[in-house]
């Protein structure tokens, strides 16, 4: 599901394309110039060639590789791979996180996914509206949003609350 959320041109591949798709969406979503500019895009292929690529000398991905990367890390170490996904999603959420605040308000929320090739406004509202928004700024925290990452991709116990795995059911 995660991979398929970063396959932005939805041809079955991660590649430098939907890097580069994603990219010029966000910056451009964000009206960021300039250095802002070149900053959010150089932290953008920072992340995708450390914690998706897994090297910088790949051009793209499939999901079976995608797949047995994560699976392989977990299985050697569980406690080094959650530490490890905390740090990947950390380090995309102050991506992300446009406007440097620690909050993700409704209109970075959806330009965010709209960067990254999910259209569904509406679907993208109903997810926002899932997550632990703080009713004092209307914005969700990073660091929540960073630990429902977290527990995606790493928790075993399927009783787990997981407002990830619940937008991945609505459609995402």
Same mark, same amino acid.
Request: with cysteine; aromatic share 12%.
């Given at each position: 599901?995660?991979?398929?959320?970063?396959?932005?041109?939805?041809?079955?591949?991660?590649?430098?394309?939907?890097?580069?798709?994603?990219?010029?969406?966000?910056?451009?979503?964000?009206?960021?110039?300039?250095?802002?500019?070149?900053?959010?895009?150089? /932290?953008? $292929?920072?992340?995708?060639?450390?914690?998706? *690529?897994?090297?910088?000398? !790949?051009?793209?991905?499939? +999901?079976? =590789?995608?797949?047995?990367?994560?699976?392989?890390?977990?299985?050697?170490?569980?406690?080094?791979?959650?530490?490890?996904?905390?740090?990947?999603?950390?380090?995309?959420?102050?991506?992300?996180?446009? /406007?440097? $605040?620690?909050?993700?308000?409704?209109?970075? *929320?959806?330009?965010?996914? !709209?960067?990254?090739?999910? +259209?569904? =406004?509406?679907?993208?509202?109903?997810?926002?509206?899932?997550?632990?928004?703080?009713?004092?700024?209307?914005?969700?925290?990073?660091?929540?949003?960073?630990?429902?990452?977290?527990?995606?991709?790493?928790?075993? $116990?399927?009783?787990?609350?997981?407002?990830?795995?619940?937008?991945?059911?609505?459609?995402?």
């Amino acid at each position: 599901m995660w991979y398929n959320s970063l396959d932005v041109n939805h041809d079955g591949k991660v590649s430098v394309q939907d890097v580069q798709e994603s990219k010029n969406k966000f910056t451009i979503f964000h009206e960021l110039v300039g250095e802002k500019a070149k900053r959010v895009q150089v /932290n953008f $292929d920072a992340w995708l060639n450390k914690y998706i *690529f897994g090297t910088g000398a !790949k051009k793209e991905i499939s +999901e079976s =590789e995608f797949v047995e990367k994560l699976r392989e890390a977990y299985k050697k170490d569980k406690t080094a791979f959650k530490r490890e996904m905390q740090e990947c999603f950390d380090c995309i959420y102050a991506v992300l996180d446009a /406007n440097k $605040d620690r909050n993700i308000d409704l209109d970075e *929320f959806i330009r965010s996914f !709209k960067a990254f090739g999910h +259209e569904n =406004e509406a679907l993208v509202r109903k997810i926002f509206s899932m997550s632990n928004v703080n009713p004092e700024n209307e914005a969700l925290p990073v660091r929540d949003i960073v630990s429902a990452w977290v527990t995606f991709v790493t928790e075993e $116990d399927s009783d787990v609350k997981d407002i990830i795995m619940e937008a991945f059911s609505e459609g995402l």
